[in-house]
């Protein structure tokens, strides 16, 4: 029934999911490109009612918004490393930080200037995030204040289209039943 209403929702969606994954490619925040793929929105249309759910990996909350660290750092939801968080621990399960600088080739070196290994690498980068933690990148929010602040208006002009087209069936429908 509201098509048009529909169609802008669809439009608002569209954009922000296509310029969010500009913004994280444009950042390098697009390493393995699971962040990028899993960027979407799901549009449900009932009778009565619509839903805009954008969906997206739960570490990329953490890349928008950021995460305080310990010591330093800024997040603009209060998202925080406290002292007794186990980073490190989620690095020796998961080696996510390992394979990163595996991937990136990025090696520390020791007081004596050796390489040390890519895993002693990825406990280092653990500490390193839980002290200063995430830097918020805003790769979403951008993209989705800026399409919101134009929402208002285009839905009330596709709102106005649709209930226009409603009123001409109605109308048409009436006129031809002889009423």
């Given at each position: 029934?509201?098509?048009?209403?529909?169609?802008?929702?669809?439009?608002?969606g569209k954009y922000v999911i296509q310029q969010s994954r500009s913004n994280l490619s444009k950042t390098n925040k697009?390493?393995?490109?699971?962040g990028y793929d899993s960027l979407k929105y799901d549009l449900n249309v009932s009778p009565n009612s619509f839903g805009l759910?954008?969906?997206?990996?739960?570490?990329?909350v953490f890349q928008d918004r950021g995460v305080k660290g310990t010591k330093s750092g800024k997040s603009l939801d209060n998202f925080s490393y406290k002292k007794s968080s186990n980073l490190v621990?989620?690095?020796?399960?998961?080696?996510t930080f390992k394979k990163w600088a595996k991937r990136k080739g990025?090696?520390?070196?020791?007081?004596k200037g050796?390489?040390?290994t890519h895993e002693q690498t990825g406990y280092m980068l653990a500490n390193l995030i839980k002290r200063r933690g995430i830097k918020p990148s805003m790769f979403f929010t951008k993209p989705f204040?800026?399409?919101?602040?134009?929402?208002?208006?285009?839905?009330?002009?596709?709102?106005?289209?649709?209930?226009?087209?409603?009123?001409l069936t109605t109308t048409k429908d009436n006129l031809n039943n002889g009423n």
């Open positions: 029934m509201l098509k048009n209403v529909q169609a802008e929702l669809n439009r608002f697009n390493d393995t490109k699971a759910e954008f969906l997206m990996e739960n570490y990329l621990g989620v690095e020796y399960h998961t080696g990025v090696q520390f070196r020791n007081k050796r390489y040390v204040n800026k399409a919101f602040e134009r929402l208002d208006k285009d839905i009330v002009k596709a709102f106005r289209l649709d209930v226009e087209a409603l009123l």
